[in-house]
């Protein structure tokens, strides 16, 4: 048995090859048939002749559909037409599961798409993005391995609310109630104590009200954590390990970007430095172009927009407002407005990828944020613990996977960059 990709090296030309996948596409005249099979790895084409192969067996193909799965024997030929140059003229042709009508046809409507989902994801598009996604993964894994990070399993059942409280997905928890993870930061903060360098891939979730296209509820977080590292530092780590994320997509998935219409030999050009402009800078540039903002105005998809949309290169605007960013921020020495915090935007558009900063050791500034924010200290004591018991500088950030992939595949929406999303909208299937 081969995979499609090593029959369409071309290495076995004139040779008998065995494939197994779905059918593609299929059209019959009668006395021959071209099916286009796919597998994992790549689609063939594949011509059986009347007599070819036994008559049941021509019959049952002729007449099976789009997504059958089938396992064909043949020799492998040339043909310029063909997708890849090459096909397989078939001395056996075997139907193993017969597909009922295929539901999803060209054109169908975005709700359709969501509904049938769980058939939809075998489409090409979806199979590119998959596998730049793990590339990604592999890249970001192997990095931190290299680095001497350790991939450590923190819980997602938690008593805290480590961003922005009003998106917690809140659920009884015996007789408690508990909240879904938003973040893995303050567990990855407890771990460096003894790890010092520690990194995380797991869900989070936030109870996202609004559609847009760039919030999911339910995504895939990429977390780090590191003693003795500034921001600046923590800025290093960010352009470092992205830059290796996409080196692993552009070395190992070519093809795959292509389809998506993304050229790998520009994004294999990103690396660091990356530009750093402070948030007052990025506050100017959007008043030059235009846009309503003041000191202190959050930055949103447009603004984030309108920040990177001619960029080639991801861009961190750093220093934010305190009143823009959550509670565990270190001040900003030089101008105490501010966090010493960056969050890292991709160019063309798309915006915040990755929030990360320098992380506050002093309890009394901690406490005192905590209260004007409402939250209940008895849930923090372990968190403020941490600064108690030999206390050290630390930095740490969280990339969002799903944004960083509808970013590097050139999506236009964040559900396209995950297999089954989850939206206000849908749980379904
Ligand atoms: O900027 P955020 O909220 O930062 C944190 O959660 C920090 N505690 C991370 C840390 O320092 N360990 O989220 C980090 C990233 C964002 O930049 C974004 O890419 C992604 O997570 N993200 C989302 N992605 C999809 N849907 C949502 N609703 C998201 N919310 C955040
Ligand atoms: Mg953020």
């Given at each position: 048995m081969q995979s499609v990709k090593q029959v369409l090296s071309?290495?076995?030309?004139g040779m008998p090859v065995d494939v197994r996948g779905w059918i593609y596409r299929i059209r019959s005249s009668g006395s021959i048939i071209f099916a286009i099979v796919r597998d994992s790895t790549g689609i063939i084409q594949v011509t059986v002749k009347k007599?070819?192969?036994p008559e049941h067996d021509f019959e049952a193909v002729a007449s099976s559909g789009i997504e059958s799965s089938v396992t064909v024997e043949g020799t492998l030929a040339e043909d310029k037409r063909a997708p890849g140059g090459y096909e397989v003229r078939a001395t056996g042709f075997t139907v193993v599961g017969p597909s009922e009508?295929?539901?999803?046809?060209?054109y169908q409507s975005t709700e359709l798409l969501l509904d049938k989902r769980h058939l939809w994801i075998r489409s090409r598009e979806q199979t590119a993005v998959m596998k730049i996604k793990d590339s990604l993964l592999r890249g970001a894994r192997n990095w931190f391995h290299e680095n001497d990070y350790v991939e450590v399993t923190p819980p997602i059942?938690?008593?805290?609310?480590?961003?922005?409280?009003?998106?917690l997905f809140k659920l009884?928890?015996?007789?408690r109630f508990a909240y879904l993870s938003q973040s893995a930061q303050f567990y990855l903060e407890s771990l460096?104590?003894?790890?010092?360098r520690v990194w995380a891939l797991t869900p989070s979730f936030r109870a996202e009200k609004s559609r847009t296209p760039r919030h999911l509820t339910e995504f895939w977080h990429l977390e780090m954590e590191a003693a003795w590292v500034d921001n600046e530092g923590n800025m290093k780590v960010q352009e470092e390990l992205l830059s290796a994320m996409l080196r692993s997509a552009t070395d190992e998935r070519a093809a795959e970007l292509k389809h998506l219409g993304r050229d790998p030999a520009a994004l294999s050009?990103?690396?660091?430095?990356f530009e750093r402009m402070s948030y007052s800078e990025a506050m100017d540039e959007l008043q030059k172009k235009g846009?309503?903002?003041?000191?202190?105005?959050d930055l949103g998809a447009v603004e984030e927009r309108e920040l990177t949309k001619d960029k080639e290169q991801p861009v961190f605007v750093v220093?934010?407002?305190?009143?823009?960013?959550?509670?565990y921020m270190k001040e900003n020495?030089?101008?105490?407005?501010?966090?010493?915090n960056s969050d890292l935007l991709a160019p063309e558009g798309y915006g915040e990828i990755i929030g990360g900063s320098e992380r506050e050791t002093d309890n009394a500034l901690l406490i005192e944020r905590l209260r004007d924010v409402g939250e209940n200290m008895e849930n923090y004591q372990w968190y403020l613990d941490l600064r108690k018991y030999g206390s050290v500088p630390h930095s740490g950030f969280g990339l969002g996977l799903e944004r960083t992939v509808t970013w590097v595949c050139k999506l236009?929406?964040?559900?396209?960059?995950?297999?089954f999303p989850r939206t206000i909208a849908r749980v379904y299937p």
């Open positions: 071309g290495e076995m030309l007599g070819a192969v009508p295929f539901p999803i046809t060209e059942i938690t008593g805290v609310s480590a961003e922005d409280s009003t998106t009884k928890y015996f007789d460096i104590y003894s790890c010092e050009k990103i690396s660091p430095p846009c309503e903002v003041s000191w202190g105005s220093n934010y407002p305190k009143e823009l960013k959550p509670f020495p030089d101008d105490a407005r501010t966090y010493k236009e929406h964040i559900r396209d960059a995950i297999p």
